[in-house]
């Protein structure tokens, strides 16, 4: 089983910058793909930015040049870079993982983090 902590949210000026963090509590297979998703009130869950095993990464087409996506596997984390953030980018967002990348982007993972806030601030 593994469990997946977020941290990094917080309220930013828009223009501004965030590094979220996800910590895996127990290892994920080397195989597995990891991502992060987020969800606006009044709007459905979309996927924001995932990376595979093989370190390819897919970027949805509102975040993409502004968002980087990453991992560092010695310490067990999945990192979103956040740069040029806009209104419309507040949101909660959640880490994902999952064996399977086309589950993982349909939504449909595994295993979820619990969220962390994000704000910005126009």
């Known amino acids: 089983q593994v469990q997946l902590v977020e941290s990094g949210g917080g309220s930013v000026q828009a223009g501004g910058s965030l590094r979220l963090s996800c910590v895996a509590f127990?290892?994920?297979?080397?195989?597995?793909?990891m991502g992060w998703f987020r969800q606006a009130p009044g709007k459905e869950r979309e996927g924001v930015a995932i990376i595979d095993g093989d370190g390819i990464d897919w970027y949805a087409d509102s975040v993409k040049g502004r968002f980087t996506i990453s991992k560092d596997n010695a310490k067990n984390t999945l990192y979103l870079e956040m740069n040029s953030l806009k209104f419309e980018d507040t949101a909660m967002y959640y880490c994902a993982a999952d064996s399977n990348w086309y589950t993982l982007r349909a939504g449909n993972a595994h295993y979820w983090g619990q969220g962390t806030q994000v704000t910005v601030s126009s």
């Open positions: 127990r290892n994920t297979y080397s195989h597995d793909s």
